[in-house]
Nanobody, 126 residues
């Protein structure tokens, strides 16, 4: 398993932007698919975006066109660039790593991920 540490959360006004980062330990980062999930108070943890080891991406409909997931394998880091933020984007954001086969239909499930970070809070004010 890899150890994951997120950063970059904070308070931003609606319409603003934030960039989240997630740094992974270990030498096998490039072989992992990396996902972002979020959890708002009283709600289930939900899928946001995923990127395969080769750079293929997939997004939740709620963030498509506003969020961009990317990775830098040389830095063992995955990013989430979040633009045009809305109050409903307020949540704790988690990155997660998956070493299995990259199948879009399964990568939206939290249960296929092997490792999780501790989360970073994103708050969007109206």
């Amino acid at each position: 398993q890899v150890q994951l540490v997120e950063s970059g959360g904070g308070l931003v006004q609606a319409g603003g932007s934030l960039r989240l980062s997630c740094v992974a330990s270990g030498h096998t980062f490039r072989s992992y698919a990396m996902g972002w999930f979020r959890q708002a108070p009283g709600k289930e943890r939900e899928f946001v975006a995923v990127i395969s080891w080769s750079g293929n991406t997939y997004y939740a409909d709620s963030v498509k066109g506003r969020f961009t997931i990317s990775r830098d394998n040389a830095k063992n880091t995955v990013y989430a660039q979040m633009n045009s933020l809305k109050p409903e984007d307020t949540a704790v954001y988690y990155c997660a790593a998956n070493r299995g086969q990259f199948i879009i239909g399964t990568m939206t499930s939290r249960y296929v991920y092997d490792s999780w970070g501790q989360g970073t809070q994103v708050t969007v004010s109206s």
